[in-house]
């Protein structure tokens, strides 16, 4: 392994660039979520590097604290997905807009 | 070597994510991301970290994915064609976010020495890895399995139908 820190940082952007540009571009909620888990795994490939640059564990700790985390909101986000899908008929972003219970 | 694959993982990881971003059937979008997570957790292999890579495929391609896959195909979605006609009032929000988010890391890199350092062959021993966990973190394993617990319930809950009230509301307007 010959890697600088500073091009793990570029592809971690890279990532997370392309998982906001879905979050921010796209109306699909399903689409939506998907950028979430992009961005999830550019951060926890950063933290996994930073582990390895400073010989820690820490980072590698954080790493699976996340993806603990992630699956937990993955599991609200989807059943979330249903009930709106079952309230709403459409699964667009746009109708989500009224805090209307 | 070990350079080598890592470029190459790197490579087809971002090349996954711009075509899981890009395609407009969801299922593609997933199995695209099933790649990127496979390319990943080979990423975090070569930084010297087998039991999160392990565990990478395990829930996230394992897991996570599967119930993606499972919730698009359990609501037959569409490939929609929203791509063609975004405009500029949803691309300056993110192209603002990026500028700044690339000036930030342009600074981090140029200032900090750190960044420039090489990432050396290591590993975390399983062995090491679990007693540091439970070790040094038992609070933050337990507040995560109580964040599992609590949204299992709340999974449960929305998943059964919403409550009665939007149940008595449905039946109200049949």
Same mark, same amino acid.
């Given at each position: 392994?010959n890697?600088?820190?500073?091009h793990?940082?570029i592809?971690?952007f890279?990532? @997370? *660039? /392309?998982?906001l540009?879905?979050i921010? &571009?796209?109306?699909n909620?399903?689409? +939506?979520?998907?950028?979430?888990?992009?961005?999830l795994n550019?951060?926890?490939?950063?933290?996994v590097?930073?582990?390895?640059l400073?010989?820690?564990v820490?980072?590698q700790?954080?790493?699976v @604290? *996340? /993806?603990?985390?992630?699956?937990a909101e &993955?599991a609200?986000?989807?059943?979330? +997905?249903i009930?709106l899908?079952?309230?709403?008929?459409?699964?667009n972003?746009n109708a989500?807009?009224?805090m209307?219970? | 070597?070990a350079?080598?694959?890592?470029?190459i993982l790197?490579?087809l990881?971002?090349?996954?994510?711009?075509?899981?971003?890009t395609?407009?059937?969801?299922?593609?979008?997933?199995?695209?991301?099933?790649?990127v997570l496979?390319a990943v957790?080979?990423?975090?292999?070569?930084?010297?970290?087998?039991?999160?890579?392990?565990w990478e495929v395990?829930?996230?391609a394992?897991a996570v994915?599967?119930l993606?896959?499972?919730?698009?195909?359990?609501?037959?979605?569409?490939?929609d064609?929203e791509m063609?006609?975004?405009?500029?009032?949803?691309?300056?929000?993110?192209?603002l976010l990026?500028?700044?988010?690339f000036?930030?890391l342009?600074?981090?890199?140029?200032v900090?020495p750190e960044?420039?350092r090489?990432?050396?062959?290591?590993?975390?021993a399983?062995k090491?890895?679990?007693y540091a966990?439970f070790?040094?973190?038992p609070?933050?394993?337990?507040?995560?399995?109580?964040?599992?617990?609590?949204?299992?319930i709340?999974a449960y809950y929305?998943g059964?139908g919403?409550?009665?009230?939007?149940?008595s509301r449905?039946?109200?307007?049949e």
């Amino acid at each position: 392994m010959n890697v600088p820190f500073s091009h793990l940082l570029i592809i971690a952007f890279l990532l @997370f *660039l /392309m998982g906001l540009a879905s979050i921010l &571009v796209r109306r699909n909620v399903i689409r +939506v979520l998907i950028g979430v888990e992009i961005m999830l795994n550019a951060a926890g490939l950063v933290l996994v590097g930073s582990s390895a640059l400073w010989n820690k564990v820490d980072g590698q700790l954080f790493a699976v @604290f *996340l /993806m603990a985390i992630e699956a937990a909101e &993955v599991a609200l986000a989807l059943a979330l +997905v249903i009930y709106l899908r079952r309230r709403k008929g459409t699964l667009n972003i746009n109708a989500f807009n009224e805090m209307r219970g | 070597m070990a350079t080598v694959v890592f470029y190459i993982l790197a490579i087809l990881a971002l090349l996954g994510t711009y075509l899981c971003v890009t395609r407009s059937n969801p299922v593609h979008a997933i199995l695209y991301l099933v790649n990127v997570l496979f390319a990943v957790a080979l990423m975090y292999y070569l930084l010297g970290a087998p039991l999160v890579a392990a565990w990478e495929v395990i829930v996230y391609a394992g897991a996570v994915m599967v119930l993606f896959v499972f919730i698009i195909m359990m609501l037959e979605l569409t490939p929609d064609q929203e791509m063609s006609r975004v405009g500029w009032l949803r691309w300056g929000p993110t192209v603002l976010l990026a500028m700044v988010l690339f000036c930030t890391l342009v600074l981090f890199v140029a200032v900090d020495p750190e960044t420039s350092r090489v990432i050396v062959d290591t590993y975390v021993a399983p062995k090491a890895f679990g007693y540091a966990l439970f070790a040094k973190y038992p609070l933050a394993v337990q507040v995560i399995s109580f964040h599992l617990f609590i949204a299992a319930i709340g999974a449960y809950y929305l998943g059964r139908g919403g409550g009665s009230r939007k149940r008595s509301r449905e039946e109200g307007d049949e």
